[in-house]
């Protein structure tokens, strides 16, 4: 469900849902996707009543919790890398779909910012950087044919098979019959 899509659900004046398993339907939308966080246990199919669901990122990763990860300013280097684990938290927090780059777009990132010796950042704001780089260059019009458009980003396709509740349902009634 895109943006637009929930925004009008919410302020839509007629009364669109009416029953709690839409609702459910919603969240279990949220969760696959990655936006809302739930507990091992919870079934979507049934009601969530006393159910907790957060928002992911709501607790800093312990890497974030060293105060000299925030302090240290440095100039670009050739060698430099994201914190892995930063960057995808903060891909899935701006909405990056393809939360890898290739060395491609690593290089043309860091070379950009080696021209540019007076700024100076810190980790995180590096990483950050190098994430919003990445959501606006994918927003622009692929560099070769094989991209996909999702969303108003292009990604490289891949792929893979997913079975949907539907698909798991029917296969366990006619399995006998196979």
Request: charged letters at 20%; proline letters at 3%; one cysteine or more.
């Amino acid at each position: 469900m895109s943006n637009a899509a929930i925004m009008a659900l919410i302020n839509n004046k007629k009364t669109v849902i009416t029953m709690g398993r839409q609702i459910s339907a919603l969240l279990k939308e949220l969760h696959n996707a990655g936006l809302i966080e739930a507990q091992e246990n919870t079934d979507f199919s049934k009601s969530l009543h006393k159910h907790t669901l957060t928002l992911p990122l709501t607790a800093l990763p312990q890497s974030l919790e060293n105060p000299l990860f925030h302090s240290q300013h440095k100039s670009m280097r050739l060698d430099w890398r994201p914190v892995e684990s930063i960057f995808e938290d903060l891909c899935q927090l701006v909405g990056v779909i393809e939360k890898t780059y290739s060395a491609d777009e690593l290089g043309e990132f860091i070379a950009y910012w080696l021209g540019r010796i007076d700024t100076q950042c810190t980790e995180y704001q590096w990483t950050q950087k190098l994430v919003i780089h990445l959501k606006q260059r994918r927003q622009r019009l692929p560099l070769a044919e094989q991209k996909a458009k999702a969303g108003h980003q292009y990604v490289t396709p891949s792929a893979g098979i997913v079975f949907d509740d539907n698909v798991k349902q029917l296969i366990n009634q006619y399995k006998d019959q196979i």
